[in-house]
């Protein structure tokens, strides 16, 4: 019997990777991902040129507002709940990492959403810094109140590059099956093992390209030279490998920060910043995807999302435990 479909809330949907991920029906570097059982039926961000590329992108529209006001009874019964809450105080790469924060609390509006709507089922996404913060005291509070509003709850370190991203992006996928469901959530095996990974060239056209807006001052070169040798600066990235983690600030990217770059020519040490269409590409989002026609709002949209093809491949083994289940 062919299994049902399933509706979908997205909490903190951002521009709509997980979303894209979760519904499936997209291509990738001539790979095809299958659309899967689930439908967005709510979606919900407070920052509207986030929200105005997501309803650029999908059929059903995203709701442009700050969750902790929202009256979770109003909206739509769904099945799944899906939500990267924000990570910014979780992250590794923030060193104030004030956890009494309002966004670190954030994870909250998940635990009242669960409380209220009594989803089957819920996929988060978060930063890798989340597992040993307070020496991992965080990460067992948030599942904790997770599991004290019914569900049962795993949680593992994913590395994108697996799955076919050519990043080497990790999170951490937390799921959660609502106590009464009777079955155990199975992570997907990874596809892809060191020595076969998808290299940045495969998403890189051309090093050389006319808009010079993207490419390094000599001036900032020079600087870059000048620093200290055990700085992590002018990181470069080698084209037969992934690519470094690509952050919500590729717009601010300089020579002297740990976002990666392009070497375009060694001779001429001309370097250059990935455009928004190729961080898009190191984020697997197709092609057709519409970019904000801000930049760097697409940036950063696109640096805070979840790659879609790593979400199709998280959504794609709860599709098969769900249809395993029927
Ligand atoms: C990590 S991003 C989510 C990315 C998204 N899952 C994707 O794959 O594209 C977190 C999002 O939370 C949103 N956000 C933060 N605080 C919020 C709030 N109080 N209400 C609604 N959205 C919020 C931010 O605007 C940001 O887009």
């Keep these: 019997m062919p299994t049902s479909r399933l509706k979908v809330a997205s909490l903190f949907c951002g521009c709509g990777g997980s979303d894209l991920g979760m519904m499936g029906g ?3 570097l001539n790979q095809e991902y299958s ?4 439908d967005i039926v709510y979606a919900i961000d407070f920052d509207k040129y986030a929200v105005e590329t997501y309803n650029q992108n999908f059929e059903h529209k995203a709701v442009c507002a700050d969750i902790v006001g929202v009256d979770f009874s109003s909206i739509p019964d769904v099945d799944v709940m899906i939500g990267g809450f924000p990570c910014q105080s979780f ?3 923030n060193p104030t990492k004030d956890t009494n924060d309002d966004r670190a609390n954030l ?3 998940i635990v009242r959403f669960l409380e209220t709507k009594k989803p089957k089922y819920f996929i988060c996404e978060n930063v890798k810094g989340l597992m040993t913060l307070k020496q991992g005291t965080i990460i067992s509070k948030i599942v904790k109140e997770f599991s004290d509003v019914g569900y ?4 593992k370190l994913m590395k994108a590059v697996e799955f076919g991203v050519p990043q080497k992006r990790e999170r951490v996928i ?3 099956i609502r106590k009464d469901i009777e079955v155990d959530f199975l992570y997907p095996n990874s596809i892809l093992t060191e020595g076969n990974f998808v290299p940045l060239n495969r998403v890189i056209d051309s090093l050389e390209i006319p808009e010079q807006k993207y490419y390094f001052s000599e001036r900032a070169v020079q600087g870059m030279k000048n620093a200290k040798n055990n700085m992590k600066r002018g990181l470069w990235q080698d084209l037969d490998a992934p690519c470094l983690t690509i952050t919500s600030h ?3 990217t300089s020579m002297n920060s740990r976002d990666p770059i392009l070497l375009v020519n060694p001779k001429t ?6 455009t928004p269409r190729e961080a898009a590409r190191i984020q697997s989002f197709p092609d057709d995807f519409i970019l904000n026609k801000s930049e760097p709002k697409s940036y950063k949209q696109i640096g805070n999302a979840v790659p879609p093809v790593f979400m199709w491949h998280i959504a794609k083994a709860l599709q098969d435990i769900i249809k395993k289940t029927k």
Excluded: D, H, M, P
Aim: with cysteine.
């Design 152 to 155: 049962n709850v795993c949680y």
């Design 35 to 38: 659309r899967l059982i689930f």
């Design 250 to 252: 590729l717009a601010k």
């Design 174 to 176: 937390i799921v959660g």
């Design 107 to 109: 994870y909250k509006q």
């Design 26 to 28: 997209f291509t990738f």
């Design 269 to 274: 040490e001309l370097y250059r910043r990935f």
């Design 91 to 93: 992250s590794t790469v």
